[in-house]
């Protein structure tokens, strides 16, 4: 059999993530990976202690509707979200991997640099790929910028909001404009609001409620810190779920996982004093890196700042820290980052000051 055609298929289908590697041999902090540093919640180690000790966890299969948390999770949402507006997914890739193979056609709009699977998807599933760049996204506005560069009668475009790896967060008003424009043009919307527990005024759950071309994902890997339990949702209007949920495989989402979305609401004080905490050690370790010659900081409306040294690569940043015990995620591996720039984690206080020693003994 001739594999040539799928592997030419495939060949874009690769994806670099941030965190620590098995080559990362020895005691590192890690700031290349932005997942809550404060976890596990206590709440979170009790619910999956009790969980743990039931048989049925193990020798049951989920809920194929997980009814119980999605109820759940529309009741932490308010906004008139309802049941019928969500669907669980394991993480917000797989997500991204049901809304691609089932709208993505003709053409993916994605602005660069961002969040690498909203492409590989996009590309499996035979899209002609328009990137954008980010900054000038938001110079120009992002209706305008978008406006000029749709050439198919259909497609898709993503919005990561705020944004990985800039922190650039788009206002909800300018997506609101952009969702009807894009319904005009028989295009699809994905806003991955990962991080909008960080500007929740920004959040576009409205647009749920009044247009019929929108899914939002979520996740809460990042912000509970389960990277390794792996649960997301999307929210979108009844028909869309539906659709969707058609595409999806059976038990997708694990017991596990399950039984934590059914208990979201418990996690709410916990989220919001570590994004209290997060964002104010975020403003810190701006001002503090500010005083370095040379540094240049994006201002971010998340737990993580992108950075560069005037005249220094981000090879050279990214093993100079390695060999203080620092890991930082080099921004050239994602599509549209260049070479100079790092994105760096905000962490508790202590680590974050021994980052900030770090740059300031090396570059200082």
């Not at 055609?5 to 932005?34: P, Q, T």
């Not at 869309?240 to 609401?265: D, L, M």
Request: net charge negative; proline share 4%; glycine share 8%.
């Amino acid at each position: 059999m001739n594999l040539d055609e799928y592997k030419i298929r495939y060949r874009g289908a690769s994806c670099r993530h941030g965190g620590r590697k098995e080559s990362d041999v020895g005691n590192f902090l890690d700031f290349s990976a932005n997942v809550n540093p404060f976890s596990p919640d206590p709440i979170l180690l009790e619910l999956i202690g009790r969980m743990v000790t039931d048989k049925d966890l193990f020798v049951s299969y989920p809920d194929s509707s997980y009814k119980k948390a999605r109820i759940a999770i529309s009741k932490n949402l308010g906004r008139g979200i309802g049941p019928e507006n969500i669907i669980l997914t394991n993480g917000t890739i797989e997500l991204i991997k049901l809304f691609c193979e089932v709208f993505t056609r003709d053409e993916a709009i994605i602005p660069t640099p961002t969040f690498c699977e909203y492409e590989r998807f996009s590309a499996i599933n035979d899209a002609n790929m328009i990137f954008l760049k980010y900054g000038e996204m938001i110079d120009n506005g992002v209706l305008e910028s978008i406006k000029g560069r749709i050439e198919h009668e259909r497609g898709t475009v993503f919005i990561c909001n705020p944004n990985n790896p800039t922190g650039d967060l788009i206002e909800k008003d300018d997506l609101f404009l952009l969702s009807e424009f894009l319904d005009e043009n028989n295009h699809m919307l994905f806003i991955d609001e990962a991080f909008i527990d960080f500007a929740p005024h920004e959040t576009s759950l409205e647009l749920v409620q009044e247009m019929k071309n929108v899914v939002i994902g979520r996740s809460l890997t990042k912000i509970i810190g389960i990277p390794g339990i792996r649960l997301g949702y999307g929210i979108a209007s009844e028909d869309i779920i539906s659709i969707i949920k058609k595409a999806q495989i059976p038990w997708s989402v694990n017991n596990i996982a399950r039984g934590i979305a059914e208990s979201i609401g418990e996690f709410d004080s916990f989220i919001r004093s570590s994004v209290d905490v997060l964002g104010s050690e975020r403003d810190r370790m701006l001002n503090e890196l500010s005083k370095i010659d040379g540094m240049n900081i994006r201002p971010s409306s998340t737990n993580y700042l992108m950075l560069h040294i005037d005249g220094v690569p981000s090879s050279e940043i990214s093993e100079k820290m390695k060999g203080l015990g620092i890991l930082v995620r080099r921004c050239d591996s994602f599509r549209g980052g260049d070479d100079i720039s790092i994105r760096v984690a905000v962490r508790n206080s202590k680590e974050n000051d021994a980052l900030i020693e770090a740059f300031k003994r090396l570059y200082g």
